[in-house]
């Protein structure tokens, strides 16, 4: 078989067989990488301190917070949303939009 150049899978057992392909790697600069993640933290961490000093400047000043103004339902005024609507008219509602109207 040897004669023949017949090996077993894979050129097992070929004394002399083909060059294996090259390998190929990605180099990736980890300390740069690093480097980058600790600043965005440090960064992260040096906005959370300014917004607590900033609302315990708040609280000590004495002057009460802003309220969020009106809410989204209070300026709709009233309006329904049409999954209401539609169970409205299915008859499936308590009948308050019926009355309304």
């Known amino acids: ?9 894979g050129e097992a057992g070929n004394p ?3 060059p294996a392909p090259p390998a190929e790697y ?10 980058k993640a600790a600043a ?11 917004t607590k000093a900033a609302a315990q400047a708040q609280r000590d000043s004495g002057i009460p917070p802003t309220s969020p103004g009106p809410t989204t339902n209070d300026l709709a005024g009233g309006f329904t949303g049409h999954d209401r609507i539609e ?11 019926r009355n309304r109207f």
């Open 40 to 50: 965005a933290e440090k960064e992260k961490e040096a906005e959370e301190a300014k």
């Open 16 to 18: 002399a067989p083909a």
């Open 87 to 97: 169970r409205e008219e299915s008859g499936e509602g308590n009948g308050r939009l």
């Open 26 to 35: 990605t180099l990736v600069p980890y300390e740069e990488l690093k480097a």
């Open 1 to 9: 078989m040897a004669e023949l150049q017949i090996y077993g899978p």
